[in-house]
């Protein structure tokens, strides 16, 4: 069910949509169908530690943070300080279809409550970011439980863009769900943006939906890839490592069904 979200900001009220899983996977369905443009980006703790750069932090204060000695570690797919990486969140961010945002209360990342939803509206603030559709920043971690989610996948040529895609390509190839992944693109680095975009250019006809798990950099992607191909690309973040347990807990629970 949509909320109608009324926010405040400096030249008065505004209205906001906010989405329960069901809206955001609607919306994705209405746009493969109508072969339209969607975008979605999620804003979790990484997002807000490149944003906070020079922003509403100092770089060095940036740099003291567990996540980015990590991206410093080659362990996020991007490397600090970097205020063009900054920069591209913040206009992917704007013209994101969807924008995941993580509520005060949230208990779903695992990082210090300093890190989620108070820092990104200090970020929001100071970049005057006001998203006119939302959701939580974690359906994607929702989204392999539904199974709209999969009705929605069936018949739809995907693009994989991940680390190592092969593994996630095969789950989605093989029973029980059957799934048709057209192209994979191994991404590892910020670095590769500009490569990876210049690859989906050549295949743009030859896809429908993007699944993009590389972090941050999945934040740049989805809304370039939708832009330059007219087709569907999620930040799916974390959503591969919860395909395997829905597909065992779905398993388990046919298991348990009575023999008719």
Not at 6 to 34: C, M, T
Not at 132 to 158: G, K, T, Y
Not at 163 to 188: C, D, M
Not at 245 to 251: I, Y
Request: hydrophobic share 40%.
């Amino acid at each position: 069910m949509q909320q109608l979200l009324i926010l405040r900001g400096k030249r008065g009220w505004r209205l906001s949509v906010y989405l329960e899983l069901n809206d955001v996977l609607r919306k994705i369905d209405q746009a493969l169908v109508d072969r339209k443009p969607l975008s979605l980006v999620r804003v979790g703790d990484g997002e807000n530690i490149v944003l906070a750069q020079r922003s509403v932090w100092t770089v060095r204060r940036v740099l003291r943070e567990r996540w980015a000695i990590k991206a410093n570690n080659g362990e996020k797919g991007v490397t600090l300080p970097n205020i063009k990486l900054r920069n591209e969140l913040v206009k992917s961010i704007k013209a994101a279809s969807i924008v995941g945002l993580l509520p005060l209360d949230d208990e779903q990342i695992k990082a210090p409550s300093y890190l989620k939803r108070p820092l990104t509206n200090r970020i929001f603030r100071h970049f005057k970011l006001n998203p006119d559709v939302q959701c939580h920043a974690c359906v994607n971690r929702e989204m392999p439980s539904s199974d709209q989610f999969w009705r929605i996948l069936r018949r739809r040529r995907i693009l994989i863009i991940t680390r190592n895609p092969e593994p996630l390509k095969e789950i989605l190839e093989q029973k029980p769900l059957g799934l048709h992944v057209a192209y994979t693109i191994p991404f590892s680095h910020y670095d590769q943006i500009e490569e990876t975009m210049d690859i989906v250019k050549t295949i743009r006809h030859k896809f429908d939906i993007a699944l993009i798990s590389c972090g941050v950099n999945a934040v740049i992607l989805a809304p370039r890839i939708a832009e330059l191909t007219g087709k569907v690309a999620l930040d799916f973040g974390k959503g591969p490592d919860r395909i395997a347990a829905a597909l065992k807990a779905r398993a388990r629970l046919l298991s348990k069904r009575p023999i008719r």
